[in-house]
């Protein structure tokens, strides 16, 4: 009973560690089954580490268990998360080091009571068992909700080739010190012998993992905020460029108006007027001024509107500019630049024209400035299509955020919908 027993509370503390990570994480579908399935493996997984630690294995047969214990970490990991897999072997170091760590301090609070002359019962007998299978699940938990929260980015870990050699370096020292600590506390040395030394060892590679994970997240929200800057900077300049781009279409379209006019009055036979005809169809098409109340937004409805024509897209605009005027013109360009071009890219990628449609709603409500735009949700399958929307609703948000406003996004199936309120301007 206590060896099957043994086998649960090993196999508990494998899964329990595993769920502190998966969790945060974005799960593949069916993720309760695979959770299900991963349990039935780790139980003769957990025999194996159990008769690796009682001490009757060579240390060349202990290193190849736990090379196999990582293994199996990453491939569950990569099996029940949408991890890649340098992404799901950097989660499997931590896996295997928060299971071991638990383990571990179980049997430092043991050895510390044995020391203190406290009495206590044998190691493998069921109530010692079972206080060491809840003091694994605490200690999950806790991780669960602090570090394991923490350190993924949007559910996913964006692991480099740098980072994930770093943490293999440093989940092997771990594991040598843990061998180191588990034989001496099998075979009775002084702390100060090996103890003291293999904690402190251990605590310093834990410690160096997170603030090494802690420094890639922030080289990375490093270059993520240059990007923005410089997107930001630049659609604020492009202002002036589109707004005399508008006004050049709109003057050539003028003078071919009058032309077109001037031709007519010749008379012209049957085949010519026809040509006059779509001529005249195609300059109305381009001088189809946006009329907002906003000169900023007229200036890049009618740009985008010619973008989506070029593309086949329809946009559907019900649009008061006056409600933004206390906005910047080279922030309300960006913003409503950013807003389009994401749904502009996300329609682009539809095959069926019915969905290559896009919806602007600007108007005013109790004072607030309202904008909604609602579109085809983007495709997950191009990740570049993908990173650029997220970049242009970063942008976005900060030029919301920057006048005190609020943005939701709002996925709604085979749509995507942005909402955004302003606050009125202050007198």
């Known amino acids: 009973m206590d060896a099957l027993l043994t086998l649960l509370v090993c196999a508990v503390g494998l899964c329990s560690a595993e769920l502190a990570y998966w969790l945060p994480l974005k799960r593949r579908e069916n993720f309760a089954l695979r959770i299900i399935i991963n349990f039935i493996t780790a139980v003769p997984f957990a025999q194996v580490i159990t008769w690796a630690n009682s001490g009757h294995t060579k240390p060349v047969m202990l290193l190849v268990i736990y090379g196999g214990y990582f293994t199996w970490a990453m491939v569950s990991t990569r099996l029940c998360t949408l991890l890649d897999w340098p992404a799901s072997a950097y989660c499997s170091v931590w896996i295997v080091l928060t299971s071991e760590s638990a383990y571990e301090l179980w049997r430092v609070l043991i050895w510390v009571a044995q020391a203190l002359g406290m009495r206590h019962l044998p190691l493998h007998s069921t109530p010692m ?30 692991i480099g080739p740098r980072q994930l050699s770093s943490a293999g370096l440093l989940g092997v020292m771990f594991v040598f010190q843990f061998f180191a600590l588990h034989t001496s506390l099998r075979v009775g040395l002084e702390p100060s012998a090996v103890v003291a030394p293999s904690l402190l060892t251990q605590l310093y590679c834990l410690t160096l993992l997170y603030l090494q994970t802690e420094l890639f997240k922030k080289s990375a929200m490093q270059k993520e905020m240059d990007a923005l800057n410089l997107l930001y ?73 010619l973008l989506c024509e070029a593309q086949h897209i329809r946009l559907n605009c019900v649009a008061d500019g006056t409600c933004l005027a206390a906005l910047e013109p080279g922030d309300l360009y960006a913003l409503f630049s950013n807003l389009l071009d994401q749904a502009i890219d996300a329609a682009a990628q539809q095959r069926d024209a019915d969905h290559r449609m896009i919806d602007l709603l600007v108007c005013k409500r109790q004072g607030f400035g309202v904008i909604n735009v609602i579109g085809p949700n983007p495709a997950e399958s191009q990740p570049d299509h993908g990173r650029r929307h997220g970049y242009e609703l970063k942008v976005a948000r900060r030029v919301v955020q920057k006048y005190g406003g609020s943005m939701a996004t709002e996925p709604r199936g085979e749509l995507f919908a942005v909402k955004i309120v302003l606050p009125p301007a202050q007198s």
């Open 129 to 158: 068992l079972l206080g060491q299978l809840g003091f694994t699940v605490i200690c999950c938990i806790i991780i669960r909700y602090t570090v394991a929260r923490t350190m993924p980015e949007d559910g996913i870990y964006h």
């Open 233 to 305: 900077d630049r659609q604020r300049k492009q202002y002036q460029i589109a707004r005399q781009n508008v006004q050049i279409i709109n003057r050539k379209c003028h003078e071919l108006k009058v032309q077109i006019a001037d031709l007519r009055r010749l008379h012209p036979d049957e085949a010519v007027a026809q040509s006059l005809d779509e001529a005249e169809q195609a300059a109305r098409m381009y001088d189809a001024n946006a009329a907002t109340g906003n000169e900023v937004v007229d200036v890049v409805l009618t740009e985008k509107s």
